[in-house]
């Protein structure tokens, strides 16, 4: 199985500051790589597919990059309606996916 | 409009049976996937298992293979999530997903864009 970690588990951010979380695959996933936004009480919601590609209706202040195991999701300036667990998905050995353990953001 | 809405809250005693149902509307329920999630109480989320509405054909997240049965009737674009016996560590959000199909410089890839509302499971004796 492939298992998905991420980095940090938490983190705390002024509004305006460049987030970045990181998401580290136990082996190779070429770029199949999707990111979630979660909030309490409310579903999921993609922000990014194929490791770069920015979901219809997502701000452009959303980005993701990378390939293989390593891969980053980045807040290029950060809004109070960020505040929410990310979650990172892997869809190479799709139709077997897996998230990794989730990162919380939110406002210092 | 694409939509993905989920049955009730439940409350079971352990060892009871259970039925979650998603309903899917607003695009062609065909050969599309339908992905299922748990969330427990304070914990991230999990990959269950996904269905290929083509076949019907299911692959489960190995903690949940035997723990559960994922299912569809086409005929009413509905995916269900069986419990036999239910357990006090069952209690959790499960959610339901829409998969989807990109192609980018001929590959395929896929992910969940829309999810149902999420349905609230509680196991108490």
Known sequence: DIQMTQSPSSLSASVGDRVTITCRASQSVRNYINWYQKKPGHAPNLLIYAASSLQSGVPSRFSGSGSGTDFTLTISSLQPEDVATYYCQQGYSSPLFSFGPGTTVDIK | ?125
């Open chain 2, 1 to 125: 409009e694409v939509q993905l809405v989920q049955s009730g809250a439940e409350v079971r005693k352990p060892g009871e049976s259970l039925n979650l149902s998603c309903k899917a509307s607003g695009y062609s329920f065909s050969n599309d996937w339908i992905g299922w999630a748990r969330q427990m109480p304070g914990k991230g989320l999990e990959w269950m298992g996904t269905i290929y509405l083509g076949d019907s054909s299911v692959t489960y997240s190995p903690s949940f293979q035997g723990q559960v049965t994922i299912s569809v009737d086409k005929s009413i674009t509905t995916a269900y999530m069986q419990w036999r016996s239910l357990g006090a560590s069952d209690t959790a959000t499960y959610f339901c997903a829409r998969g989807a199909e990109a192609l980018i410089r001929g590959l395929p890839y896929y992910y969940f864009d829309y999810w149902g509302q999420g349905t609230q499971v509680t196991v108490s004796s």
